[in-house]
């Protein structure tokens, strides 16, 4: 069964930095593209970035480009976002998700995405 496990969300002010992380577990983790989502209260999910299967191509939406970094530790089974320069307007909860297709490219729309995490709160104040 396959499982991921987002942490380190929280509570942050503006212009702050956060490490959100991703645990997998269930499948061999270094052969799928993995993405980053964010639903924000009263809102659909939206693509964040993702991140191939070898780590050596990332994609990002505008709105983060810039100062979210995603990065993977395939001997770690284990995803990661770096979110620096916090903005109100990153509040949102994240969720982590694993692409369907093995060794598969990134790709922004979550139905690419069978798997998904529970989602971690991140909370960026004024």
């Known amino acids: 069964q396959v499982q991921l496990v987002e942490s380190g969300g929280g509570l942050v002010q503006a212009g702050g930095s956060l490490r959100l992380s991703c645990a997998a577990s269930?499948?061999?983790?270094?052969?799928?593209?993995m993405g980053w989502f964010r639903q924000a209260p009263g809102k659909e999910r939206v693509f964040v970035g993702a991140?191939?299967?070898?780590?050596?191509?990332?994609d990002y939406a505008n709105s983060v480009k810039g100062r979210f970094t995603i990065s993977r530790d395939n001997a770690k089974n284990t995803m990661y976002l770096q979110m620096n320069s916090l903005k109100p307007e990153d509040t949102a909860v994240y969720y982590c998700?694993?692409?369907?297709?093995?060794?598969?490219?990134?790709?922004?729309?979550?139905?690419?995405?069978?798997?998904w995490g529970q989602g971690t709160q991140v909370t960026v104040s004024s």
């Open positions: 998700a694993s692409r369907t297709q093995p060794y598969g490219g990134t790709r922004s729309l979550s139905q690419e995405y069978d798997y």
């Open positions: 269930g499948r061999t983790f270094s052969r799928y593209a």
């Open positions: 991140i191939n299967w070898s780590g050596g191509v990332t």
